[in-house]
Nanobody
């Protein structure tokens, strides 16, 4: 059983930055990919960024709307994942969820994801 605990998030003005962290129980990257989903009010949950560790290299993938603004990173030794969010926009406002599964790609349906964190609120004011 994998447990995911998020931290970070909060309220920031447009153009500002936030950093989200997700700590996993156990050696997560040896088996799973990890990622950040977000869900805004009235919208479907979507994958923002995902990362996998293969052969000592981290591979990352991003939602088009966050490319160049968000950076996902993993720390294999700490079993942790981070999302650095810069130049935040009001449309980035959502609850952000840490997730893990064998595969996480932009087309992964949220309903198929095995492990979830509790979520953390990110609010960007204009």
């Amino acid at each position: 059983q994998v447990q995911l605990v998020e931290s970070g998030g909060g309220l920031v003005q447009a153009g500002g930055s936030l950093r989200l962290s997700c700590a996993a129980s156990g050696r997560i990257f040896s088996k799973y990919a990890m990622g950040w989903f977000r869900q805004a009010p009235g919208k479907e949950r979507e994958l923002v960024a995902a990362i996998k560790f293969r052969g000592s290299i981290f591979y990352a993938d991003y939602l088009d709307s966050v490319k160049g603004r968000f950076i996902i990173a993993g720390d294999n030794g700490k079993n942790s994942m981070y999302l650095q969010m810069d130049n935040l926009k009001p449309q980035d406002t959502a609850i952000y969820y840490c997730a893990a599964d064998y595969t996480l790609i932009p087309t992964t349906p949220p309903g198929s994801v095995t492990y979830w964190g509790q979520g953390t609120q990110v609010t960007v004011s204009s």
